[in-house]
């Protein structure tokens, strides 16, 4: 992978793991999902998870309190979540490719 190729890679893992903390997923149930769900290592899932952590300790501070069950999603909504964004991330990637290509986004009117 060039340079750009892995930033790319690691900006889409940042990205998928907030919409982990979104659904208020740990760390390894956000590592098990990528790894199941989007084929990331769990090993990557983990780096990128940590230097979040890093740069952000208060969030991750307040984040890491206990919470009760009925605030927590079960695995078949969290199963469903994860392929819910999955499938908007690669749409998301192929609309964007497929704007660059064509050179009008989806917005674009053409009366103007």
Request: charged content about 25%.
């Amino acid at each position: 992978m060039g340079d750009s190729s892995s930033a790319s890679y690691i900006h889409m893992v940042h990205h998928l793991i907030e919409k982990c903390l979104i659904f208020r997923m740990s760390k390894e149930e956000c590592m098990e999902a990528l790894s199941k769900h989007a084929n990331i290592k769990p090993v990557i899932t983990s780096t990128v998870w940590n230097q979040l952590e890093k740069e952000n300790k208060e969030f991750f501070e307040e984040y890491v309190q206990p919470q009760s069950k009925d605030d927590r999603m079960s695995q078949e909504e969290t199963n469903q979540m994860i392929q819910k964004i999955i499938s908007s991330s690669d749409s998301t990637s192929k609309d964007s490719h497929h704007d660059i290509n064509d050179g009008a986004g989806e917005h674009s009117n053409p009366n103007v």
